[in-house]
């Protein structure tokens, strides 16, 4: 057989099953080499297996943890270590078009718009038949000899920060009628919130909340809890985050408290009248931050944490023991909560576009990546967005 026939009938098996219009065998895409090194290189355009597709992406927001995976690798597991000089693509906000389906797949159609929740679990560990996917126990076990069915794209595979990726069809959901690019690239984001909300296990409605920390995900959680009728809500941040906390007013926080100004666990105590919130969701990552929550929550209440902390951190354990108070760890986006994160937004409760305040093209990533990590311009989500103009794949 000619070396030409060879690698058609190579091509063929690798595309069996595999529909849609003809895509690029190459693309663009983002790679980590050593620790804080980004190379823009060409690689083949992935292939939708069994319960996959092929998504072109649109837009990818930057994350405050993209900049913990550049820098420091983890929580980024590849091939069973540190992602680095493997060839791997980070982002992990993206949306995107539905540009080929695997064997099988008929839950999206071709030119479906889509936006990405992070974790596939395995499917077939105790976490995953809980329905605790973001929990996986084969998380990273996704590599030849060790392939358990895990995915976390810009985590543990490919992910966004590229021309396409693959997804498991269990990660995506429809972005709804009108919203932008941009916004549908925060959907995720409310997801995380939305899990938190969850996993605190309230009502939510008619209850009080506490927000450590405008971040996105936690003016997503003021903007969420809004929305499901929590009251009153008070958020929480420094005189570096002024307009953080003022889009917080906007997306419905009662309170906000400077915590430059005014002690937040006494400004807490006041606004409740003593009795502390009934709920308290960290999104900081401060030191001091998780003290301050249960500080701030009333006996029998609960703590959601949703940041992650550089160090070690000190929690009055005497305190949340005598007043019965629960802490919860989260982990990304479970429970589907992204599915219905895009629903809720797609009622326009809060105006959620106030979040995204910087664009870049695909060949601007590093400089996307500084305006995030040094929030130039009061930089709150920056988004990659594909180049304007590009034509459709063919
Ligand atoms: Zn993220
Ligand atoms: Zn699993």
């Not at 490919?158 to 396409?164: I, P, Q, R, T, V």
């Not at 985050?241 to 915590?259: H, K, S």
Request: hydrophobic share 40%.
């Amino acid at each position: 057989m000619s070396a030409g026939i060879a690698a058609t009938a190579a091509a063929l098996r690798v595309n069996a099953g595999v529909r849609g219009p003809a895509v690029p065998r190459a693309m663009k895409a983002w790679v980590l080499g050593g620790p804080g090194e980004l190379r823009l290189v060409g690689k083949p355009v992935p292939r939708p297996g069994p319960a996959e597709v092929l998504v072109r992406i649109g837009a990818t927001a930057v994350c405050g943890t993209d900049l913990e995976v550049i820098r420091h690798g983890a929580p980024a597991l590849v091939e069973g270590g540190p992602p680095f000089n493997k060839n791997f693509t980070p982002g992990h906000e993206y949306m995107g078009t539905v540009a080929a389906l695997g064997p099988g797949v008929d839950e999206f159609t071709i030119g479906d718009r889509v936006a990405v929740e992070i974790h596939a679990g395995c499917g077939r560990c105790e976490r995953c038949r809980e329905g605790m996917y973001t929990a996986c126990l084969n998380y990273g076990q996704n590599y030849t000899g060790h392939d358990k069915g895990h995915r976390a794209n810009g985590f543990t595979t490919d992910g966004g920060f590229a021309e396409y990726a693959v997804n498991h069809v269990n990660t995506l959901v429809r972005v709804p009628g009108e919203m932008s690019d941009e916004t549908a690239t925060l959907i995720v984001t409310a997801g995380t919130a939305t899990y938190g909300l969850d996993v605190l296990g309230g009502l939510i409605a008619g209850q009080s909340l506490a927000v450590i920390g405008p971040g996105p995900i936690g003016l997503m959680a003021v903007g969420v809890a809004k929305a499901l009728g929590a009251a009153p809500i008070v958020l929480t941040g420094t005189r570096r985050d002024r307009r953080r906390l003022e889009i917080g007013q906007r997306f419905g926080a009662d309170e906000v408290i400077d915590a430059e100004e005014a002690d937040p666990v006494a400004a807490v105590r006041r606004i409740t009248r003593g009795a502390g919130v009934h709920y308290a969701m960290e999104c900081s990552g401060a030191t001091g931050a998780v003290d301050q929550a249960v500080h701030m929550t009333s006996r029998g209440g609960r703590v959601c944490l949703a940041a992650f902390a550089h160090e070690p951190v000190m929690v009055d354990v005497a305190y949340l023991v005598s007043n019965n108070i629960y802490l919860f760890g989260i982990r990304g986006e479970g429970r589907s909560a992204t599915r219905r994160a895009a629903a809720l937004l797609a009622q326009t409760r809060f105006p959620v576009e106030l979040l995204h305040t910087h664009t870049f093209t695909l060949d601007r990533v590093p400089e996307a990546i500084r305006y995030a990590g040094e929030r130039i311009e009061d930089a709150i989500k920056v988004v990659v967005k594909m180049e304007a103009g590009r034509g459709p794949a063919a």
